[in-house]
């Protein structure tokens, strides 16, 4: 059911699956020792360690993974991401859609050994599998009493869930039992209660925090004190983006969709209003992931052009009658819009004479609304789940994919997705994503804003092997304290 960075940052440290991703985001072993792989590239064979397990003591066993997939697959549990992360795996789709009981692809070979059976050979299958939805949990912990084992998990990761209360704190402690070795940490806690971090920070109440815009001139000044602990993080894998319905008029013809994205002048935007910690996003994949090619050509600022293209459009002998069109926004109404969105708009007419109208909805019902399609513009951001340029590709552009919120729909694109998933050399794999991506961006379906530049956070010294990593990974089980 997870399907945000923050939550699944906590279900990093309390669960853990078959494989996990190290801070340097290679995939490698976590309750499995190890793995083959069978020639053709489709049966996976997993060996369980003999010292993993649960929290309270119990050994994970084959039947337990097995449990896990096949519940996550069960149509009541009514995971909205199983589809996405699980469907490779054979009679996956089935059970999902109710036809089947099992899943065919899942064998428990003996007590410590599963075998796995994929559709086609997929070089990121493996990956996929250090997403949560593949994580183990037990049986008799989640049938006990309806939700309360929510409360009182019994994972299989290096921290335990030892107190949550809504609000106020969540508390996680070490696992002895963790069979990676166990924490140097004996708990960690986040405060939830609010207030300002920084100001916690300063009278040595929080450990770490991020640094906001407002003191991010004053911590980057040698002469400040605090600028002795501060610590740049690198660029996020993700991009943000505002999604276009491509079956809503008038962005369901791509000259106007096109138009939208060459009239923002993104470079500006990044200096004057997000003081440089925002990238203008030219791609879809983000610098440095895997795949990412400079080949590849997004939009630049060019409002003569953009308004020339508007005018070869189906809408561009009737401008002053353009269907109405609104942007959909998270946030409480009445809350500010955020200032570079303003910009956008305020671009939009100036440039182009198109007016857009903005909604806010709160989180909830802004995500049912995505699901639904009930939007002609909405924002949005994508982080990356694991190292793989299908991850962003195929997951947000094929036309069945239900992450696929735009209704983009290329044919041409599909055929060539389903080509990647089971090309075995990279190079070749790679340049075919090259392709994918420039095809995308041609049909414009999404207006790119920007990739995450450096940010910062603020560390007390006395905090060692804490990482800030570009991705969403386990991590607190490397930290430790040293007395200064």
């Known amino acids: 059911m997870t399907t945000d960075n923050i939550s699944g940052g906590l279900v990093n440290e309390i669960f853990g699956g078959l494989?996990?991703?190290?801070?340097d985001?290679?995939?490698v072993p976590d309750?499995?020792?190890?793995?083959d792989v069978s020639d053709d590239g489709r049966v996976y064979t997993f060996y369980l360690r003999k010292d993993a397990k649960f929290h309270d003591g119990k050994p994970v066993t084959a039947e337990d993974v097995r449990w896990s997939l096949e519940r996550v697959a069960d149509p009541k549990t009514l995971s909205p991401v199983a589809e996405q992360y699980l469907s490779d795996i054979v009679g996956v789709s089935a059970k999902l859609d109710g036809r089947v009981s099992s899943i065919s692809g899942l064998q428990v070979v003996d007590q410590h050994t599963i075998r796995i059976t994929i559709d086609e050979p997929k070089s990121y299958f493996l990956a996929k599998l250090t997403y949560p939805t593949a994580f183990v949990l037990d049986r008799e912990n989640v049938e006990g009493d309806g939700d309360a084992w929510l409360r009182q998990p019994n994972g299989t990761g290096p921290f335990r869930l030892a107190e949550y209360q809504v609000g106020e704190i969540l508390r996680l402690t070490r696992n002895d039992y963790y069979h990676l070795g166990p924490p140097n940490l004996d708990e960690v806690e986040f405060i939830l209660a609010g207030g300002s971090a920084m100001l916690m920070y300063e009278n040595d109440e929080i450990h770490l925090t991020g640094v906001g815009l407002a003191d991010l001139e004053r911590v980057l000044d040698p002469n400040e004190p605090l600028n002795a602990e501060l610590k740049a993080a690198p660029a996020s894998f993700g991009v943000s983006y505002i999604g276009l319905n491509v079956d809503k008029p008038p962005l369901d013809d791509p000259l106007f969709r096109q138009a939208l994205s060459l009239a923002i002048d993104r470079e500006t935007i990044a200096v004057a209003v997000l003081d440089?910690?925002?990238?203008?996003?030219?791609?879809i994949i983000p610098p440095g992931f895997p795949s990412y090619s400079t080949d590849v050509q997004g939009y630049g600022y060019d409002p003569e052009r953009a308004l020339e293209v508007l005018k070869q459009s189906k809408y561009g002998n009737d401008l002053d009658n353009l269907p109405r069109i609104t942007l959909s926004i998270s946030g409480s109404f009445g809350a500010d819009v955020p200032l570079d969105l303003e910009v956008i708009l305020s671009s939009w007419e100036e440039v182009l004479g198109v007016e857009v109208e903005i909604q806010q909805t709160e989180w909830a019902t802004f995500l049912q609304d995505l699901q639904d399609r009930r939007y002609h513009m909405f924002t949005l951001a994508?982080?990356?789940?694991y190292a793989d340029p299908e991850n962003f590709l195929d997951i947000l552009f094929h036309s069945q994919s239900e992450n696929n919120h735009t209704n983009y729909n290329n044919p041409e694109v599909d055929a060539l997705l389903v080509r990647a998933r089971v090309e075995q050399d990279q190079e070749?794999?790679?340049k075919l994503y090259n392709r994918i991506e420039q095809m995308i961006?041609?049909?414009a379906p999404w207006v790119l804003l920007w990739n995450t530049g450096e940010t910062y956070a603020l560390i007390k010294p006395e905090v060692k092997g804490y990482e800030l990593t570009p991705m969403t990974i386990p991590k607190y089980r490397y930290v430790y304290l040293e007395a200064q």
């Not at 440089?276 to 791609?283: E, M």
């Open 31 to 35: 309750l499995a020792e190890r793995w």
């Open 441 to 443: 961006l041609d049909d």
């Open 382 to 385: 994508w982080g990356a789940d």
């Open 25 to 27: 985001l290679k995939v």
């Open 428 to 430: 070749t794999r790679f």
């Open 19 to 23: 494989v996990t991703l190290s801070l």
């Open 276 to 283: 440089g910690l925002r990238i203008p996003a030219t791609t």
